[in-house]
C-alpha cells in the first residue's frame, strides 16, 4: 500500500493532492500561486519532496517556485531563459522569418540522479538546463541550431517544447518533441540533436513525410525499455522500437486516433493508456463518452476503459501533460480535464473516480508514489 | 523616500504587505525606482521589464499623480510628487480579460 501525492498544474493556480495509503481518500491543497498558470509541477525522482513548478502569466511572465517539503511551502529561483548567442529566426505562419521570443516554460523535467539539476522545455522551442536548484538556467543550444531550426513552424497552441524523456540507462541521451517540428534525440548530452521522425505520416503538411514539421503531442517510455518510445501524434499512435530511428502506426481498432497524452504503465512495459478526441477540430471526447482506451499488447488491439468516467454529455479535452502513472501495484493512473476534473484509477484503468472536481481547465498532472 | 504600489500578484512573489518604501539614488525615474526595486527583490526581476533589454512587459503599465507614465522615456525624471513621496508610483496589471 502506498499513498500518492498528484501535482496539478491549472489555468489558475496548482494543487497537491495527496492519498492516504490504498489511495482511496484525497486531501487536497491550494490553490499555490492563484491566479497564475501552472504548466508544469513535478518532482525530483530522487528527492520527492522536491518539486519544481513552472508559474506564467500574461502579465508578468515566467517565474520558477521551488519547494523543499512536497509543495507545502515553495520559494521563487531563476526565471531568466535567454537563447544563447545570437537568437535566430524560425519559420512564422505567414511563411516568414520570425526571431525566437520566450514565452513560457511548458514542462520542467528533474534529473534522474542529482535533485539540483532540472531541463525546462520552453516555447519558443528550446531546451534549457539548470544544475543548481534552478537558480539559474542555461540553453542547450545545439537544438534549436540544428540545421532544420529554421523551418520549424509553431502549431496552434504554439512552438512549445514540450516533452522531455531521459534515459534511465545513458545520462547522455535525451529525447524530446516540439509542437510542430517533430521529435528529437541526443546521444551526447545535448550537444546535438537528430530528428526521430522517419515513419511519421501527417497529411496537413506539404510532404507527409518529411523529416521534420509533424505535430508530436506526446512520447513516453517504460524506464526498463528506454529504446521503446510510445506517441500520440496530432493523429496517430506510433511505437518505436529503436529509439525513435523509425516508427510505425499502432492505432488498430481505436475509433479514432487524434488525441494528446499517452502513458506506459508502471509495471507492463506493452500496457499503454491514450484519451481518443473526436478531431483536431473537435477537441472533446466521441459521442459525449470519455474513455481512457487501454492497450496490453503495446498498441493495435485496444479496449475502452469508461467505469466511472461521464458517459454523456461529456465534452472536455485531456490536455498532453495531463496524464501519469504512479509506481504502486497496482498501478495508478490519473488524468485531468479542462473541465477542472482530475481522474484516478486504482487499478490500472479498470475504475475511475474523480478525486477532485470544479478546478480550474487542468494543465498538467503528475504523481509521486510515497514511501 | 519613494513610495511605490505593486499589484496583488507581484506583492505576494515579494511577500510584501501594503505600500513600498525604497531610497533612491540620483534622479528618481522609472529606471531608477526600478532598479531599487529589483535591488531589493531580485525575485521580481523578468516580471515588470525584461530581464535583458529592460523594457516594460506590454501588459504592465506605470501610473502616477493620475496619469499613465507608461509611454515615457525610463530616464525621464518622475514627477516632483512622487520624488518627493507624496504621491505613490504605481505598477498596474493591464486590464486583459481571462
Not at chain 1, 525522482?45 to 522536491?50: G, H, I, M, Y
Not at chain 2, 529592460?54 to 512622487?82: K, M, T, W, Y
Amino acid at each position: 500500500m502506498s499513498e500518492a501525492r498528484v501535482l496539478v498544474g491549472t489555468r489558475k493556480g496548482a494543487f497537491v493532492l495527496t492519498s492516504n495509503s490504498n489511495r482511496a481518500r484525497w486531501t487536497i491543497s491550494g490553490p499555490h500561486f492563484a491566479g497564475w498558470e501552472i504548466y508544469h509541477v513535478k518532482g525530483s525522482p530522487v528527492d520527492p519532496d522536491r518539486l519544481y513548478a513552472s508559474q506564467s502569466s500574461g502579465w508578468f511572465g515566467q517565474m520558477i517556485q521551488r519547494s523543499a517539503d512536497g509543495g507545502q511551502t515553495w520559494e521563487p529561483v531563476g526565471n531568466q531563459f535567454t537563447y544563447d548567442g545570437v537568437p535566430g529566426t524560425h519559420m512564422w505562419y505567414d511563411g516568414t522569418q520570425h526571431p525566437w521570443e520566450f514565452k513560457r516554460v511548458w514542462c520542467l523535467e528533474p534529473s534522474l540522479t542529482d535533485p539540483e539539476t532540472v531541463y525546462a522545455g520552453v516555447e519558443d522551442a528550446a531546451l534549457f538546463r539548470s544544475t543548481d536548484g534552478g537558480a539559474t538556467w542555461h540553453e542547450l543550444p545545439g537544438l534549436r541550431g540544428h540545421e532544420s531550426g529554421p523551418t520549424w513552424q509553431p502549431g496552434a497552441g504554439g512552438m512549445c517544447l514540450h516533452t522531455i524523456l531521459l534515459d534511465p540507462d545513458d545520462p547522455d541521451r535525451i529525447f524530446i518533441a516540439i509542437s510542430a517540428a517533430g521529435a528529437f534525440r541526443t546521444d551526447n548530452g545535448g550537444q546535438s540533436w537528430k530528428p526521430i521522425n522517419r515513419g511519421l505520416k501527417s497529411q496537413y503538411i506539404p510532404d507527409p513525410d518529411a523529416e521534420v514539421g509533424h505535430c508530436v503531442h506526446r512520447i513516453a517510455m517504460h524506464p526498463s525499455r528506454p529504446s521503446v518510445l510510445f506517441m500520440q501524434k496530432h493523429w496517430d499512435i506510433m511505437r518505436s522500437d529503436d529509439a525513435g530511428d523509425s516508427w510505425h502506426e499502432v492505432s488498430g481498432d481505436l475509433p479514432t486516433d487524434f488525441g494528446f497524452p499517452i502513458e506506459v504503465h508502471a509495471h507492463e512495459p506493452e500496457t499503454i493508456f491514450v484519451v481518443p478526441i473526436k478531431s483536431d477540430s473537435e477537441h472533446f471526447p466521441m459521442d459525449g463518452k470519455l474513455r481512457v482506451y487501454r492497450s496490453r499488447t503495446g498498441g493495435n488491439h485496444w479496449e475502452p476503459l469508461s467505469n466511472g468516467l461521464p458517459q454523456s454529455d461529456c465534452y472536455v479535452n485531456v490536455l498532453r501533460n495531463a496524464m501519469a502513472v504512479d509506481q504502486a501495484d497496482p498501478c495508478g493512473v490519473y488524468f485531468g480535464t479542462t473541465g477542472g476534473q482530475v481522474y484516478a484509477s486504482a487499478d490500472s484503468g479498470d475504475n475511475w473516480i474523480a478525486i477532485v472536481r470544479d478546478l480550474p481547465p487542468v494543465l498538467s498532472v503528475e504523481v509521486q508514489t510515497l514511501p | 523616500m519613494i513610495r511605490v504600489v505593486l499589484p496583488m500578484h507581484l506583492r505576494t512573489i515579494a511577500r510584501i504587505e501594503g505600500e513600498l518604501l525604497l531610497s533612491v539614488e540620483g534622479p528618481v525615474t522609472q529606471r531608477s525606482v526600478l532598479d531599487a526595486l529589483e535591488s531589493r527583490h531580485p525575485e521580481l526581476r523578468g516580471t515588470i521589464r525584461d530581464h535583458v533589454t529592460l523594457r516594460r512587459r506590454a501588459f504592465v503599465r506605470f501610473f502616477a499623480c493620475e496619469q499613465d507614465l507608461s509611454l515615457e522615456a525610463p530616464d525621464d525624471p518622475l514627477p516632483q510628487s512622487v520624488a518627493s513621496g507624496v504621491e505613490p508610483f504605481l505598477v498596474v496589471g493591464a486590464i486583459v480579460g481571462g
